[in-house]
């Protein structure tokens, strides 16, 4: 079947700009994840939706970011008033329940000028 | 602070060796571990993972995991040259709340024809 997607997968910006990110997680799972991995860096996690719960943001770096999950499946991350230190490779995941396997998305890199 | 603790290497293993791959957590709650590869450019791809002490195995693949010491490690026995990656290991914590991952920065693993 399909696995994650993510669009777009390479994002050019000026310092300043609004950016859109989006997912769509494997039809079925119900957790869905963003992460950061910056150049030369490990994965850092940024926020988790599981079902119809809140989402656990704990991992945004500022109130910048923010992201939302429309009737439980698309996701979009955005960041506003990017910064250069937002470039990186932003990666979502899906897994069928929390605490099981997570798949990856191919990631969107992004490059804030 | 969870913290996830890899070598990163390089680590560099003649073709057909048994590469050894190690990884430390301060969890001491976390309940799965998962190891993932990834590629130069890529996104992550699950290789393993596990949730009881002892061995799991899978091909070439075994995964070790002792909760006492707090390490879980990847062995990959006949190494060959496409082995040659970053390979990512992963933890989660207790229960549906801590769905998210928390990523060492990746050993590198590099297999010499």
């Known amino acids: 079947g399909a696995g994650v997607s993510q669009s777009p997968s390479n994002k050019v910006t000026e310092k300043g700009k609004d950016v859109e990110l989006r997912c769509d997680p494997i039809?079925?799972?119900?957790?869905l994840y963003w992460y950061r991995q910056s150049l030369g860096q490990g994965l850092e996690f940024l926020i988790y939706f599981q079902g119809n719960s809140a989402p656990d943001k704990s991992g945004l770096p500022s109130d910048r970011f923010s992201a939302e999950r429309t009737g439980g499946s698309v996701s979009t991350l955005t960041i506003q008033r990017t910064q250069q230190e937002d470039s990186a490779v932003y990666l979502c995941a899906s897994s069928r329940t929390a605490q099981e396997t997570q798949y990856f998305g191919p990631g969107t890199r992004l490059l804030v000028l | 602070q969870k913290e996830v603790e890899q070598n990163s290497g390089p680590l560099s293993v003649p073709e057909g060796a048994i590469a050894s791959l190690n990884c430390t957590y301060s969890?001491?709650?976390?309940?799965?571990f998962f190891w993932y590869r990834q590629y130069s450019g890529k996104s992550p791809e699950l290789i393993m993972f596990?949730?009881?002490?002892g061995d799991k195995e899978d091909g070439r693949f075994t995964a070790q995991l002792n909760k006492a010491s707090q390490y879980v490690s990847l062995l990959i026995r006949d190494s060959q040259p496409s082995d040659s990656a970053t390979y990512l290991c992963a933890v989660n914590g207790l229960g549906g709340s801590q769905g998210n991952l928390i990523f060492g920065k990746g050993t590198k693993l590099s297999v010499k024809p």
């Open positions: 969890d001491r709650g976390s309940q799965s």
């Open positions: 039809s079925g799972h119900t957790a």
């Open positions: 596990i949730y009881s002490n």
